[in-house]
């Protein structure tokens, strides 16, 4: 008895130690770790955000100009401190102080603060090359536009913004404490800077094992064991993907993904999934064969790599405090892969110490974003010129060297080199490019997908487009992947069960209420939001409760963002709480007056609350302050239907079409508003859509009804041909 009380007091100790730690500082660090805590210093971790200073600033306030198409911004000192006077948020030049430095190589910014907490980043930076590199100079993000006062992309606007946008990578232990009341925010931090414990975590229960190593704690008192690998790595290596891995991996994801975040509760050690939502491979962010696009980061891209399925870390090529390559150039590929073979041009068929010769050039391409800062793509693939030929719009590693040549002769050369055209793992592009366009083929490229050794990354992505075609086959498939053991996945699976019938889903998706990770019952609790709650019994009630009171909170948790009040005004809409979804409409227009879909959906909420005029009104705002977007023409259109006058009806959603000629619905909506009058100019535009989305029944279905209306037989019976293949659709 004696023994057993012994031991529930140091369970209990062991417990309240971990809730309990806190956060100390790397000056407690060095004293044991003085190596690690060297390395670090000066990296650009170190150096990820700091006070503004003669030591930090890189950047010339000697009284330096920079033009920006007409706007002259101008950088000098002042009484000591760093000042600028630049385009303020109502376009008039005003003079600001620096505060804070970010970043340091290749580019530096500076951060400015405003009232109400908030801190902002200028979008004029400092280039800190050298000279022979085009640097030391100020230089403007969005060099190629013409971004002004009032544009979410302007650097007083939303998207510069410090405490959402880039506060909770730079600093550790970051609080955003965002007010939704007052709208302010009350940001803090424990190092201003990604210090060790932003990877390790609070050190405080560390120190006291440190001081006392009989002392009960895990980890040596940390929330995770970072502990090195033992096995020395080679290219027949077996799998030794494990938690220890995946744990390491999801350190580095919190910051080196596309991400959003749901709350600030991250601890090293926790579940990436429970604190953050990663993007799938989507499009105009990923390329279709997954090659990065627009600015991802890391995680998604390795993910992708063979690398990942075995188990390869970050920390396996980069040294994880100075962040510098474990070894200079493609030496580090050499820790694993065999030196004599893979540099020898038998393999990469080019001469020894050319670009063409180098492993990273060809298979980490790089892409540059803000303007200067080249990065490698992480999914470690093999160039496919064969598919720039194919889709123009994905480029390859070969033609980024070869920029004089076309796709095809560097896809001709692979062939001849290898006897064959090498595909390598991430071989999807056809399959993700043809769920984009909606082809004819794209339920079979879902399953070419699912059925083959793709990263479950692209599996997710794919299975994302699942519910575009319901069938008894594709809804066997969602409940299949309901049941998958990667997260993405099963969310994947969730969001493409909403398309199946409400008797069909609606217990499999409160089921998934109960799963161990916050993406997937964040995703359950929207989709049950709408359903009413009726008769059932209490247990399930509070169930619901506890879910819609967590998804709530994650919501509120970005309640300074459009999309999110938006998000949240559907949420309320769904629970009946009407004035909160009124007023959440209302703050999201407000946040952002260019963000369209908030008047769409307030719109079509006020319509549903029998308030027509002022529902119009509001379409008419948006369209004054947005104009030429289509999207709002359409929903013109849609209200002059419901109001029972055609001809305006006809002329928006002509005019929809006109502004946007490759979405497949506003075309169908304006083929079928014209249909009974003029059904040839009805097929007309239906087949100036079709070719894009061959896969989309509405316009098949509109063809094959308006071609029988004008008697062409022969049309009528091949667009039924296809109709009827989309319908009876299966893999086998």
Known sequence: MKKYFLLLLTLIFTLSAEEQATYVGEKTCVECHAKEVHEWQGSHHDLAMMVADEKSIKGDFDNATFNYNGIITTFYKKDGKYMVRTDSEDGTLKDYEISYTFGVFPLQQYMIKFPKGKIQVMDIAWDSRSKEEGGERWYH??????????????????????????AD????????NYDVETKTYHTTWDSINVSCEACHGPASQHMLWSKNQELNVTNKGFPLSLKRKQKVWDTNTTTLKSFLTDNEIDVCAKCHSRRSQLDDGYTPGDAFHEHYLPVTLEENLYFPDGKIEDEVYVYDSFLQSKMYEKGVTCTDCHNPHTLNRKAEGDKVCAQCHKEEKYTAPSHHKHKEGSTGSSCVACHMPARTYMGVDSRNDHSFRIPRPD???????????????????????AADAMKTWYGKTPVGKQNFAHSLTALRRNSHDAPKKLYDVLMSDAPDIAKATAIEYLGNYPSKQTYTTTLQMLRNSDPMIRRAALQSLETFPPNMRMQKTYDMLSDPVKIVRMEAARQLSVFSLGDVDQKTKDVLKKAFDEYEKILLFTAERPETQLSLAMYYVNRKMLKKAEKAYIEAMRLQPKFVPAYINYSNFLVQQGENKKAFEILKKGLENIPNIAIFHHALGLW???????????????????????????SYVYAVSIGEENPKEAIKVLEEIYPKHTGDMQIVSGLVYYTKIIGDTVKSEMYEKKLNALQNFSVR
């Open 387 to 409: 598919l720039s030929v194919e889709m123009k719009e994905i480029p390859n590693a070969c033609n980024l060297c070869h920029t004089d040549k076309e796709a095809k002769w």
């Open 640 to 666: 002059y239907v419901r109001n029972k006058e055609p001809k305006k009806a006809i002329s928006e959603l002509k005019k929809s079409v006109e502004l946007d000629k490759d979405n497949a619905r506003f």
């Open 169 to 176: 990578c730079h600093s550790t232990n970051l609080k955003k």
């Open 141 to 166: 993000i969005h060099v190629d536009d013409n971004v002004t006062a009032g544009d979410v992309l302007h650097w007083t606007g939303q998207n510069f913004n410090w405490n959402y946008m880039c």
